[in-house]
């Protein structure tokens, strides 16, 4: 892969404003919404079962460009909200790791506060560097001891009610990203977003 990080930013901020009107036009009424980076954006939830669901994933996203356009979320009043953000973080932002976690809670509280939905919110995915399918123009600098890092300061500030912990299901005894889950050791193929869903729906059945 020839793209540079600075094409891959410019194809990224393309992406999320066609997303965002998108979103806009969709006047749909869904009881959830999946917000995100590229975990959520590449999820086909009508495969899966989540009719119910809208699909608020933009690939390549960041906190900031969440809170950005969290208005989108809030203007629908849904009653569950699902968060899949931060990894990007690493690679796109000037962003400390507290910064991060700080701007995933400032998300679900800015959620909470304007809306009556439950946020729930997963933790980052590893990833498998250097591998022989690894594409590392989208892994970037990120690396699972950073990834790991967020995870343990966002479920410390969290119930175990509202976090998901999604990374302890995908890593391999190396305590990488299980390669039978990826496509490109870092995105999920049909058997990682499985059981990606499976916690979803764990969830589901605990609130009905």
Known sequence: MSETIQEVKALIEKDYQLKIKKFEKDA???????????MAAYLNLHAFGLDDFMNQGIAGDTTIGVLNRIHLVTDRNPKYVWLNIGSNDIVLTDLTAK??????????????????AKVFIFSMTPVLRDHQVSKMIYIGSRDNTQLKQINDVLSSKLSEESYINIYDQFIDSEGNLNVDYTTDDIHLNIKGYTVYVSEIKKRLSAIK
Request: proline residues 3%; aromatic residues 4%; glycine residues 4%.
């Open 28 to 38: 749909n009424h869904y009881p959830h919404i999946l917000i995100g980076d590229s």
């Open 99 to 116: 910064q991060t976690v700080d701007h995933i809670l400032d998300i679900k509280q800015h959620i909470e506060s304007k809306t009556h």
